[in-house]
């Protein structure tokens, strides 16, 4: 016999009412405390936070007018950023419309093919691959560019770039545009290899230095008809491989009639195939857009300011650097 079934039936009622009212206090605490974690995970409280490396993050920009980056925060909408690229007929380059509804920016996407493809802008030269674009681009919207512009090459993925996974897309999305406000210029790619030091002469030497080495030779004179300047420098260094985000201000540091002369250059020059001239303008691009001859940020810098992957590094002593502002 159970000691609750010898109980008097009055003191029986009772314990089986203490009882009862105890399961219910127990469930209801259970039940609070269960909703006051779900309310901490709700407001990020609980919540994972996402490694301080590299991750392709989802920016959802708040659309304001124009802003060339002097607030903080820096605030940006779709006509804040725009995104120039060439393509031809086999590149898939639909990633960039959906790209840029989720990211904020605004594509001008030129055909480059002979035969050009309906739907897309023409440059006014089919000549050096990206620089026809990149340079009809600036000569055509010059009076009224975005503040942010990020010349990129078609296709989504390719080994030009090196942070973030071969895929522009993710690139981009892990882009810090407080960089390219503090520098004006910033090449996407942050490996010296190829381009650095020397690009005119360079320790590793690719196929394309050896078929277009005779450019090398004749670089002061291309250089005074690209730029009227009898001076070029004995040399050049520059990060791979002509994608790179320049601000509104630091491509009006030129006037006009600079871009016209470089896109007539591209458009008429007999030195060199179309391939060569693009090959030569990717040397210059850091030179036109402000930056010294030799251009070749330290890598781990370059990540943190341009990505925020700032450590800790091994190759800095596990150190954990500070993204400029």
Not at 135 to 164: M, Q, R
Request: charged share 20%.
């Amino acid at each position: 016999m159970s000691a609750q079934s010898s109980l008097p039936s009055g003191m029986a009622y009772f314990y089986q009412t203490r009882k009862s009212t105890i399961q219910r206090s127990f469930f209801l605490s259970c039940f609070i405390l269960l909703a006051a974690l779900f309310f901490l995970y709700q407001t990020e409280v609980f919540q994972i936070r996402s490694s301080p490396e590299i991750s392709a993050v989802n920016p959802t920009p708040t659309l304001t007018g124009p802003n060339d980056g002097i607030k903080t925060p820096l605030i940006r909408g779709s006509n804040d950023v725009a995104l120039v690229a060439p393509k031809t007929r086999d590149e898939n380059v639909r990633w960039m419309a959906t790209f840029c509804k989720q990211f904020g920016c605004t594509p001008y996407i030129y055909t480059t093919d002979e035969i050009p493809e309906e739907d897309y802008l023409h440059p006014r030269t089919l000549k050096g691959h990206e620089a026809a674009a990149y340079l009809t681009y600036i000569v055509d919207h010059y009076d009224h560019l975005s503040p942010f512009t990020i010349f990129i090459h078609g296709k989504d993925e390719h080994w030009h770039n090196d942070a973030a996974g071969p895929k522009t897309s993710n690139v981009l999305l892990n882009l810090r545009f407080e960089a390219a406000r503090a520098y004006g210029y910033v090449n996407l790619r942050c490996l010296a290899v190829p381009g650095c030091p020397d690009s005119l002469h360079p320790a590793v030497n690719q196929k394309t230095d050896l078929e277009y080495h005779q450019l090398v030779e004749d670089f002061p004179q291309i250089y005074y008809e690209l730029f009227g300047e009898s001076d070029a420098p004995s040399q050049v260094g520059h990060q791979c491989c002509g994608q790179f985000i320049v601000t509104r201000d630091r491509i009006r540091q030129r006037p006009r009639s600079d871009y016209e002369r470089l896109l007539h250059w591209v458009g008429n020059t007999t030195r060199t195939d179309s391939y060569g001239i693009g090959w030569t303008l990717e040397k210059l691009w850091h030179i036109i857009f402000g930056m010294n001859a030799v251009h070749c940020p330290p890598v781990e810098q370059c990540r943190c300011d341009v990505y925020g992957w700032c450590g800790p590094n091994p190759s800095t002593s596990n150190e954990v650097l500070i993204p400029i502002r």
